[in-house]
């Protein structure tokens, strides 16, 4: 649970810090505290007191562990000889990597969304808990840089909008200056517009496709029971050409051949079938993949504002151009687009001027 709070917190828009914080505060064990009480034999460069406390780096590994989604990762390091034990870092191409191994903690929608959020910007308000609503999610459209929060104060009156780092800067860029409150408002009219959309082709849709999926598992099915029967069929012709050899009616040389290509041709039927299995494991993943989107649809469908963990959730970026033209990119996956294109609509995009 200490460790989907974390993914939860990410997404909420809680910084890296105020988790360790909240963690140390609530008394909850730092892992390397919790593998002495385990009593695992455990040394680190990171500790610094008696006591190991939870800290950004801490909970920064935890949250771009890919074990929480069930994936194991093997032989990141290795030694260059059995005669020393100095051990090297191998590139990730020499990785082992098997998914799906360990019943995952984190979904890896949600998994994705928190590593694409912590290669952003991850700072924290001054003086506050939380993140900004699209802080890491807003960039310049032209040259692609974060855009920067600013705040000003005339006369009293104090403004806040978003203007290109990249100009801020270093001016190798132009201003793409806009209000917050304007972006926000943009963003959120977006993604009700868009949860709509999908909604409605999900439902036109749903039924046919929910037909098609159930037509194909039962004709994958039906094709494992007909190599099932072609198995025991070849089986019992091992069985009869063993009896025939043992009773004399065929030679020894006859029965190892008849015996060779009965066994042949089962093991064809026993490879179909380890075939058909994982396309259906692989149908069944997809439809899980697109129901859990679906979801998430369906979770914020009377959206009034974003929150942060609705903004990080379904938009992917929102990029800023000249004269105040704004375009919003949504977190989609292949069933979304799908669900798009359904609609005659190829475009992932929501652009509109101001």
């Avoid at 959206?303 to 970026?317: H, Q, W």
């Avoid at 669900?339 to 101001?354: F, G, K, N």
Wanted: proline share 2%; aromatic share 8%.
């Amino acid at each position: 649970h200490v460790v989907q709070d974390i993914f939860s917190w990410i997404l909420e828009g809680v910084s890296l810090g105020n988790i360790a914080r909240k963690l140390n505060a609530l008394g909850v064990k730092s892992p390397m505290e919790y593998k002495k009480e385990l009593g695992i034999d455990y040394k680190t460069s990171f500790k610094k007191n008696d006591v190991a406390e939870w800290s950004d780096n801490a909970v920064r590994r935890i949250a771009t562990n890919p074990i929480y989604i069930g994936t194991l990762i093997q032989g990141k390091v290795s030694t260059p000889s059995y005669k020393l034990k100095t051990k090297v870092a191998l590139p990730k191409e020499k990785w082992t990597v098997v998914e799906d191994v360990i019943e995952p903690l984190i979904t890896k929608r949600d998994f994705r969304i928190v590593q694409r959020l912590l290669n952003t910007d991850m700072r924290t308000a001054p003086g506050q808990n939380g993140i900004y609503l699209l802080s890491g999610l807003a960039f310049c459209g032209d040259c692609g840089a974060l855009m920067a929060r600013k705040c000003s104060t005339v006369n009293g009156k104090k403004y806040v909008y978003y203007m290109c780092s990249n100009y801020k800067k270093y001016k190798t860029c132009t201003p793409h200056r806009i209000k917050e409150e304007i972006l926000e408002k943009v963003a959120a009219e977006v993604v009700r517009e868009r949860i709509a959309q999908l909604l409605k082709a999900d439902e036109l849709c749903s039924d046919m496709n929910g037909t098609a999926y159930r037509i194909d598992i039962r004709n994958m099915q039906e094709h494992i029971k007909a190599n099932e029967t072609e198995i025991e069929k070849y089986n019992g012709f091992i069985i009869k050409a063993y009896t025939d050899f043992k009773e004399g009616m065929i030679d020894k040389k006859d029965y190892l051949f008849f015996k060779a290509n009965f066994e042949k041709k089962k093991n064809e039927a026993e490879t179909a079938i380890q075939r058909i299995n994982d396309e259906i494991n692989a149908l069944t993943q997809n439809d899980k993949q697109n129901t859990e989107w679906i979801e998430t649809l369906r979770k914020h469908r009377n959206i009034e504002t974003l929150n942060r963990t609705a903004a990080v959730t379904l938009i992917k970026a929102v990029k800023v151009y000249e004269k105040m033209c704004v375009e919003v990119i949504l977190d989609c996956d292949d069933d979304f687009r799908k669900a798009v294109e359904s609609q005659d609509d190829s475009s992932l995009l929501e652009r509109r001027a101001l």
